[in-house]
């Protein structure tokens, strides 16, 4: 409870200071707005329902981008994880593929598939791909040898092996990079989008600079920030402290 | 020892009975009280058969290191049989082998006459690191192995129920593995091993890590669920009294390469308690063998930090 009250004080004088300096008129209000001028922006949008269309647009493919780089995230990295000659191979790739931002698909998913729903997909699998990737190889590496022994010697083998061994056994190492993944995947879609102009929140983004209505940009701004930080702060961080509380890594 | 140990069991059972009562009938089976005569059993097929087994790997510094040589050794159905040795001397190795989790490069272990050729439910290993699920409650760990060999759910709430409350731990069902005591998680992989019903139960120094006490209390129960399962276990450890206290049978291996040293038939009278004069006096005739073996490894040691 106190640190909710901290955090109410410390938000309730940030705005306070923004309203002061607009109030100043230090500069001009289509430079710098109001933080009413943004909230009756952010009112508007939902009312006139588009930001509602593209808050569920962007998370959908979210959600859907994401998904699909988790779950060739896994194979890909149990694959580098358990052979020698895919971990001296692929891994080094992988590594090497890291440090190229995911903006730079973007030119190869629009050659490829065109202004598409798939170049978006595309460019948020390439974000959050090699994250998951390098997690789970990780994860896997990391994971305590015993408790592969322990299910092999209790009947578990193959797909049971991993499902019900390998995989909860190397959550808690893997469960940071599932968070990087969704971060990077999150930032390279709002940049797809700001570049497509197809719906979504980054098209809003852009739309409020081509108007020159600095209200909606700022309004757009909070909104992703409120968005990733529901996902990152609340479902991410929930999932890591449910895990460790279960492995017993902190109290309880 | 002014009480007599025998008050402190709840069941106690015949010497030399013992092991033979209520085989794969643990639900249904009668009390090991009731039995009185020997039931008959044919004891001329080992259940598990070691012949000629060897391990020998490369170590980092390219050197052929032999862990296990030439061992054979056959194990009776229903036996208590206890592996003391050295660290260091393979011992646990062994039971990885018994158990099918690493492979020999020379010999083969049989089971009931069958080679064995990867792990099986019918040989359960306790590892010395328990390697208990932490993912899981107590309960889901010891229905892990039943689901394993997809026992229909109802059964596996029975069973789940009879071997918590076989090791005592019923009112800890729900709680988590780093919720419990080092004792209470000795015997939460008492119960996941004997809950997929093995026939030979492979026991990895199980209790090394635990204070006087508890290990005591716990050897009275491994005695008493022993007798009422009719399991043959394997125990290794390096505490010869324990072996004494619990083993029909004490087998003691050198010093790499591990080979079988001795055999040690112990025909004390069950229950046994590790106080008492006569383990004591024949674990000091056994760590006499025992001795030679540690003075080795302790020299082997110290020519290993010279030449470093």
């Known amino acids: 409870m106190k640190k909710a009250a901290k955090q109410i004080i410390f938000y309730s004088a940030l705005i306070g200071i923004w309203a002061l300096i607009a109030k100043l008129h230090v500069w001009p209000p289509y430079l710098f707005p109001p933080p009413w001028g943004v909230a009756e922006a952010l009112w508007a949008g939902f009312k006139d329902h588009s930001f509602w269309i593209g808050v569920v647009v962007t998370m959908k493919r979210m959600l859907v981008g994401y998904s699909l780089a988790v779950v060739l995230g896994m194979i890909l990295g149990l694959g580098v994880a358990s052979n020698k000659f895919l971990e001296e191979t692929v891994g080094g790739l992988l590594v090497s593929l890291q440090s190229l931002p995911s903006i730079c698909w973007i030119p190869l998913a629009v050659l490829w598939f065109g202004l598409t729903e798939k170049a978006i997909l595309f460019v948020v699998l390439m974000g959050s791909l090699l994250s998951v990737t390098i997690a789970m190889e990780d994860g896997r590496k990391q994971m305590p040898k015993i408790y592969s022994m322990a299910g092999r010697n209790l009947g578990a083998s193959g797909f049971r092996l991993f499902w019900s061994v390998l995989l909860p056994a190397s959550l808690p190492f893997i469960v940071s990079g599932l968070k990087q993944g969704w971060a990077f995947g999150w930032r390279s879609l709002i940049q797809a989008e700001m570049i497509f102009l197809s719906l979504g929140l980054g098209q809003l983004l852009m739309m409020g600079r081509d108007l020159n209505d600095m209200n909606q940009v700022i309004a757009v701004m909070i909104l992703i920030i409120i968005l990733g930080f529901i996902i990152d702060g609340l479902v991410f961080r929930t999932m890591e402290r449910k895990l460790q509380e279960r492995w017993g890594l902190v109290p309880a | ?308």
């Open chain 2, 1 to 308: 020892m002014s009480t007599s140990p025998q008050n402190a069991y709840p069941s106690p059972v015949p010497a030399g009975h013992v092991g033979a009562v209520g085989r794969g009938s643990v639900l249904r089976g009668k009390p090991a009280s009731s039995v009185t005569i020997l039931p008959v059993r044919d004891v001329s097929i080992p259940k598990v058969s070691l012949e000629g087994i060897s391990l020998s790997y490369r170590t980092t510094s390219k050197a052929q290191l032999v862990a296990l040589d030439n061992i054979s050794l056959q194990v009776r159905p229903g036996e208590f049989l206890c592996v003391v040795g050295p660290s260091g001397c393979g011992k646990s190795t062994l039971l990885h082998l018994i158990a099918g989790l690493y492979q020999q490069t020379a010999g083969q272990v049989f089971v009931d006459g069958k080679a064995v050729n990867g792990p099986g439910t019918d040989r359960i290993l306790i590892f010395q690191e328990l390697g208990l699920f932490p993912w899981l409650t107590v309960a889901q760990n010891v229905e892990f192995g039943m689901k394993m060999k997809n026992i229909p759910k109802a059964e596996r709430k029975e069973k789940i129920q009879y071997y918590l409350r076989l090791v005592h731990l019923s009112k800890f069902r729900d709680s988590y593995t780093h919720q419990l005591s080092g004792g209470m998680r000795q015997r939460v992989a008492l119960a996941r091993a004997l809950a997929t019903e093995p026939d030979v139960l492979l026991m990895d120094e199980p209790f090394a890590a635990l204070d006087a006490q508890t290990r005591d209390l716990l050897h009275d129960e491994l005695e008493r669920i022993w007798a009422e399962t009719g399991r043959t276990i394997i125990f290794v450890t390096h505490n010869v009294r324990e072996a004494v206290r619990l083993g029909d049978r004490v087998v003691l291996m050198t010093f790499r390469p591990g080979r079988v040293k001795q055999e040690f038939p112990i025909s004390l009278p069950r229950p046994r308690h590790i106080e008492e004069v006569d383990v004591a006096r024949t674990a000091k005739e056994i760590l006499g063998c025992l001795r030679e073996e540690i003075n080795k490894s302790i020299e082997a040691e110290y020519a290993d930090e010279k030449s470093r």
